[in-house]
């Protein structure tokens, strides 16, 4: 059995990682709450534009544009959103695993990394990283967005790459967050896209077909991608909060029971000290 001083150590111990939990618990709480509401509000503008841009095309006939079919490259980027930070629970292992079981072999694969904790998990496992805009993270602007996009767009247009999907993690609510992977270009609609755009009105374009999607393309990728940041911060800190207010539970539950140990130490202690002094009394007597 640990003596007193052993368990009155380890007490003070995890009572000082308690208060580090509980600060960042507070801190996260307080960064969720700013990062939730930009969440909310740029939700439905990311959610209509992907709406729309499918509804479009849906009744835009059979187009050929090079946004619109696979290239013939045989590798395909992965554009990656993480955290630069840990003690967020398992999110960015979850964003890890999306990647590296979406089915893309890692010799096909291109990451474009934002994420330092999850570029280090995909470089250990073999993957090869084409550029890394972890800082981003820290405070993600449009403008990060579209100089990202364009790159990688850049890439797509000249045959570099043949495909184009996005990794993130998807924000529902406070405690729920989903890790979703996402297929940027080329464009892709399903049959209820299809219903929703009435494909019996086919849609017109000015000047060109060809100049119009050029234009709207990239502004629908990069609003889809600064919809997944926007999203990502808001998951990373939610998952922090978790997990710290996790751990706080946890140290609290050892601390009780730390305590009730050291009492009955200190209980028997006592008994072993007064059992002396009987014995020595009866002795003297």
Do not use: W
């Not at 187009?63 to 955290?83: E, W």
């Not at 602007?141 to 184009?164: N, P, Q, R």
């Not at 992977?181 to 464009?187: A, C, D, G, Q, S």
Request: charged residues 25%; glycine residues 6%.
């Amino acid at each position: 059995m640990a003596s007193m001083r052993d368990i009155k150590r380890r007490k003070g111990s995890i009572q000082s990682t308690q208060q580090i939990t509980k600060a960042m618990k507070l801190v996260s709480t307080v960064k969720l709450q700013k990062a939730r509401i930009r969440a909310e509000q740029t939700n439905p503008y990311f959610n209509y534009m992907y709406q729309t841009v499918a509804s479009m095309l849906a009744r835009s006939g059979s187009l050929s544009h090079p946004y619109l079919k696979a290239g013939d490259a045989r590798k395909k980027a992965i554009i990656t959103i993480a955290s630069n930070r840990g003690l967020a629970g398992g999110y960015n292992a979850n964003v890890v695993k999306l990647v590296t079981g979406s089915g893309i072999a890692k010799e096909d694969a291109q990451i474009y990394m934002i994420g330092r904790k999850a570029k280090d998990a995909l470089v250990r496992k073999g993957y090869e990283i084409k550029a890394d805009y972890s800082d981003v993270i820290e405070s993600p602007v449009y403008e990060d967005a579209s100089m990202i996009c364009k790159e990688v767009l850049d890439a797509f247009t000249k045959g570099e790459i043949g495909e184009i999907y996005l990794a993130y993690t998807h924000f529902k609510n406070t405690v729920s967050h989903e890790p979703r992977l996402i297929k940027l270009l080329p464009v892709e609609f399903d049959e209820e896209d299809l219903k929703a755009g009435d494909s019996k009105l086919l849609m017109n374009y000015e000047p060109s077909e060809e100049e119009a999607l050029d234009l709207i393309i990239p502004k629908y990728v990069t609003s889809l991608f600064y919809g997944a940041l926007v999203e990502a911060v808001a998951s990373e800190n939610g998952a922090r909060m978790q997990a710290m207010d996790s751990a706080t539970s946890n140290a609290e539950e050892m601390i009780s029971d730390l305590t009730l140990k050291y009492n009955r130490a200190r209980q028997g202690s006592i008994t072993q000290e007064l059992t002396e002094i009987i014995a020595g009394a009866e002795a003297i007597s």
